[in-house]
């Protein structure tokens, strides 16, 4: 039987407090930062008000916010939950996440494997890119974080907010990295070997070998399907033409609707 006295004589024993300094990243300028293995241990976490920065978080989160950085280099393991980038410019961001969001950043280089459609909100020149990253344990964390190999890259697939009106000047919300600037980065941390996490799984030799890369992202996967058609049938009439003919005759009698950007 349950009563005051044996509750007293019994207290709940409370959980200690994380300390929530271990898992931020702020205020930084011209430093290089790293978190380890362990050190995050599927936690969220936080990147903000950074700049020039290099920035490494070696292991795996359940959710991370990046906001207010200029000119910095995050790297992080990949993300159970969301990753969610806002009001940042000129940086590059290597990730693996479940969900990957941009609002309000400009100029970022982003080497992801999202296997949901990326969002971009009030944002311009995102450019995506395979996962480019090998680090220790990296295919423990991969695990960790719920993934799995076989999960398709949603890359070419960003869903678009935001209406061309409100950003201007006619720069694009997002595009497919050149491939020339695409390059793999192999982090050394402790004494541990560095983790190729799947053979082929960063599909490097895919990406160099695409002569001519088209993002397919539109507002719906229907309008998806739609470009996706559309560009198969451009390249088999490329194949097909056998004559010379004048580009920019080709160029004005095609589909409208023919890739995202036209």
């Given at each position: 039987?349950?009563?005051?006295?044996?509750i007293?004589?019994?207290p709940?024993?409370?959980?200690?407090?994380?300390?929530?300094?271990k898992?931020?990243?702020?205020?930084?300028?011209d430093?290089?930062?790293?978190?380890?293995?362990?050190?995050?241990?599927?936690?969220d976490f936080k990147?903000r008000?950074?700049?020039?920065?290099k920035?490494?978080?070696?292991?795996?989160?359940?959710?991370?916010?990046?906001?207010?950085?200029?000119?910095?280099?995050i790297?992080?393991?990949?993300?159970?939950?969301?990753?969610f980038?806002?009001?940042?410019?000129?940086?590059t961001?290597?990730?693996?996440?479940?969900?990957l969001?941009?609002?309000?950043?400009?100029n970022?280089?982003?080497?992801?494997?999202?296997p949901?459609?990326?969002?971009?909100?009030?944002?311009?020149?995102?450019?995506?890119a395979?996962?480019?990253?090998?680090?220790?344990?990296?295919?423990?964390?991969?695990?960790?974080?719920g993934?799995?190999k076989?999960?398709e890259?949603h890359?070419?697939t960003?869903?678009?907010?935001?209406?061309?009106?409100?950003?201007?000047?006619?720069?694009k919300?997002f595009?497919?990295?050149n491939?020339?600037?695409?390059?793999?980065?192999?982090?050394?941390?402790?004494d541990?070997?560095?983790?190729?996490?799947?053979?082929?799984?960063i599909?490097?030799?895919?990406?160099?070998?695409?002569a001519n890369?088209?993002l397919?992202?539109?507002?719906?996967?229907?309008?998806?399907?739609?470009?996706?058609?559309?560009n198969?049938?451009?390249?088999k009439?490329k194949?097909?033409?056998?004559?010379?003919y004048d580009?920019?005759d080709?160029i004005?009698?095609?589909n409208?609707?023919?890739?995202?950007f036209?």
């Amino acid at each position: 039987m349950i009563t005051s006295d044996s509750i007293n004589n019994n207290p709940i024993q409370q959980q200690p407090r994380r300390d929530r300094t271990k898992y931020i990243i702020e205020k930084k300028q011209d430093e290089t930062i790293y978190k380890h293995n362990g050190d995050v241990d599927g936690c969220d976490f936080k990147i903000r008000r950074n700049t020039n920065c290099k920035i490494y978080v070696l292991d795996y989160s359940s959710g991370m916010f990046i906001d207010d950085c200029i000119n910095c280099i995050i790297i992080t393991g990949p993300c159970s939950g969301s990753i969610f980038m806002r009001t940042s410019k000129n940086c590059t961001l290597s990730t693996i996440s479940r969900q990957l969001r941009f609002r309000d950043c400009e100029n970022i280089k982003v080497y992801t494997h999202c296997p949901t459609d990326p969002a971009v909100e009030s944002s311009f020149n995102i450019f995506f890119a395979p996962f480019n990253v090998f680090y220790p344990h990296l295919k423990e964390h991969f695990i960790k974080a719920g993934f799995n190999k076989d999960e398709e890259n949603h890359i070419n697939t960003p869903y678009d907010f935001t209406q061309d009106k409100i950003l201007g000047n006619g720069a694009k919300h997002f595009d497919k990295m050149n491939k020339d600037d695409f390059k793999i980065e192999y982090i050394n941390d402790g004494d541990d070997p560095v983790e190729e996490m799947y053979d082929g799984y960063i599909q490097k030799e895919k990406w160099v070998k695409d002569a001519n890369p088209i993002l397919n992202g539109k507002e719906s996967q229907k309008e998806n399907k739609g470009i996706i058609d559309n560009n198969k049938n451009d390249k088999k009439i490329k194949r097909e033409k056998t004559e010379l003919y004048d580009p920019e005759d080709y160029i004005n009698n095609r589909n409208p609707s023919c890739c995202a950007f036209c």
